[in-house]
């Protein structure tokens, strides 16, 4: 049952957004919202491109596929450029993670994997979470490696 005792989500850590082209994109982003990319950066295990901006205590996450067998390149496909998901931060992954499947939402990532900016993430299933693909991030410590 859920406690608020035991609530680990802290807060939105980053909005991610599909991208055709992040050096396309970031044009955008620099020169109309004056927003600095803050680093660039390839997540392998994810085939995707990254490109992070602060907003406050949030991030903007630009999301470039490397390849055309890549989650973003089919999202392009099936729905253009836009929102993707969003991500929240924890400081209890698998707790989040085992509190989401106990309430029913199914898990993308059973279990946490490598991302982007020295994170672990997982993602829930937007059926299972109203229409929104919903990413759990925790900040690697150097104990988690």
Known sequence: MYNKKE????KIDH????????DGARIFYEQVLGLRCERIE????????????SLGETHIELLEPTGPDSPIA????????????IGYESDD???DLARA?????????????AGADNKRIA??????THGVLTEICQKET????
């Open 101 to 113: 499947d106990e309430q029913g939402c199914r898990l993308i990532n059973a279990s946490p994997v």
């Open 123 to 128: 993602f829930l299933h937007p059926r299972s």
């Open 142 to 145: 150097p104990c988690d490696r």
């Open 74 to 85: 089919k999202f392009l496909e099936r729905n253009g450029e836009g929102m993707h998901h």
């Open 42 to 53: 390839e997540v392998a295990s994810q085939q995707v491109r990254t490109a992070f901006f």
């Open 7 to 10: 609530d680990m989500i802290k």
């Open 93 to 95: 992954i698998e707790g």
């Open 15 to 22: 909005l991610g957004f599909a991208v055709r082209s992040i």
